[in-house]
């Protein structure tokens, strides 16, 4: 069983910025890919980035591409979200997910675990 805690959210003007971070537990996270993902109240879940265990291969949303970027430290077991540029519209609970098979992409059901969240609200 892999446990996911996630950090860093909090209340910030749009412009600004934010660094989530998802600590992992288990001995095989750099085998793992992993996904942030968000949810706005009233609306489903949707992919923001992955990644997959070397940190070479990503993968972002179109509605996140060039402001947000994902990276990994797996020697800390950590994965990082770091969010530029930040728009109202990107105000959601944020989730990071790990893939036990490594393929990590843009599809919720090819993640194994998630950890609880962590709430993003960017004013206007």
């Known amino acids: 069983q892999v446990q996911l805690v996630e950090s860093g959210g909090g209340l910030v003007q749009a412009g600004g910025s934010l660094r989530l971070s998802c600590a992992a537990s288990g001995r095989s996270f750099s085998s793992y890919a992993m996904g942030w993902f968000r949810q706005a109240p009233g609306k489903q879940r949707e992919f923001v980035a992955a990644?997959?265990?070397?940190?070479?291969?990503?993968y972002y949303a179109n509605s996140v591409k060039g402001r947000f970027t994902i990276s990994r430290d797996n020697a800390k077991n950590t994965v990082y979200l770091q969010m530029n540029s930040l728009k109202p519209e990107d105000t959601a609970d944020y989730y990071c997910?790990?893939?036990?098979?490594?393929?990590?992409?843009?599809?919720?059901?090819?993640?194994?675990?998630w950890g609880q969240g962590t709430q993003v609200t960017v004013s206007s």
């Open positions: 990644i997959r265990g070397s940190g070479i291969t990503t």
């Open positions: 997910a790990a893939d036990r098979r490594g393929l990590g992409g843009p599809n919720l059901p090819t993640y194994d675990y």
